[in-house]
T-cell receptor, first 116, second 117 residues
């Protein structure tokens, strides 16, 4: 059964810092891994999706990497801003026991606060 | 660009009542997913539909049922509501390629916040 964990659970940094959020998954036979942002009480905004055949994806100040063999993904945020404050969730799709299914298994999230 | 639409955005019900949540996927998307996010928890997969057929089922209580209609919108029906059903219910949609495992992003709606009193 796929399990997704995220470290750290919470992170508080000053504006301008570069930071890394970590995501681990137990079943490496994933189809893809997706990073989301969730503001308090709000919906999920997709940030980046990395296919199983890819190593990384970039969008603006965000860079996500994927290492299937080690079961890890990282989200790198460059030059953090107060507007980046939110909870960041990673979600894995697929796995050995999930053949031909598209459901996402979410991690517990990293709550990020960027202060001025 | 059009996004996933969910209605209602907020819903308050009494215990043992029923509730119906609606989801309108992004145009031309053929797959709909439902997730439940309890307070302080990560989203949990409930059920999904591809081309109006149930494609996968997660930890969805027997009191809940869902379907996808000919226009691809989906409804989640919840009966005999319990206090523990209070949560944020998300719908997501995607476009499956060739009917196999998805290679495309799941786009999430804003969610319906259900409160059971």
């Amino acid at each position: 059964k796929q399990e997704v964990t995220q470290i750290p659970a919470a992170l508080s940094v000053p504006e301008g810092e570069n930071l890394v959020l970590n995501c681990s998954f137990t079943d490496s036979a994933i189809y893809n891994l997706q990073w989301f942002r969730q503001d308090p009480g709000k919906g999920l905004t997709s940030l980046l999706l990395i296919q199983s055949s890819q190593r990384e994806q970039t969008s603006g100040r965000l860079n996500a990497s994927l290492d299937k063999s080690s079961g890890r993904s990282t989200l790198y945020i460059a030059a953090s801003q107060p507007g980046d404050s939110a909870t960041y969730l990673c979600a894995a799709e697929g796995g050995v026991e999930s053949y031909n299914t598209d459901k996402l298994i979410f991690g517990t999230g990293t709550r990020l606060q960027v202060f001025p | 660009a059009a996004g996933v639409i969910q209605s209602p955005r907020h819903l308050i019900k009494e215990k043992r009542e029923t509730a119906t949540l609606k989801c309108y996927p992004i145009p031309r998307h053929d797959t709909v997913y439902w997730y439940q996010q309890g307070p302080g928890q990560d989203p949990q997969f409930l059920i999904s539909f591809y081309e109006k057929m149930q494609s996968d089922k997660g930890s969805i209580p027997d009191r809940f049922s869902a379907q996808q209609f000919s226009d691809y919108h989906s409804e989640l029906n919840m009966s005999s509501l319990e206090l523990g059903d209070s949560a944020l219910y998300f719908c997501a949609s995607s476009l499956l390629t060739s009917g196999g495992p998805s290679t495309d992003t799941q786009y999430f709606g804003p969610g319906t916040r259900l409160t059971v009193l």
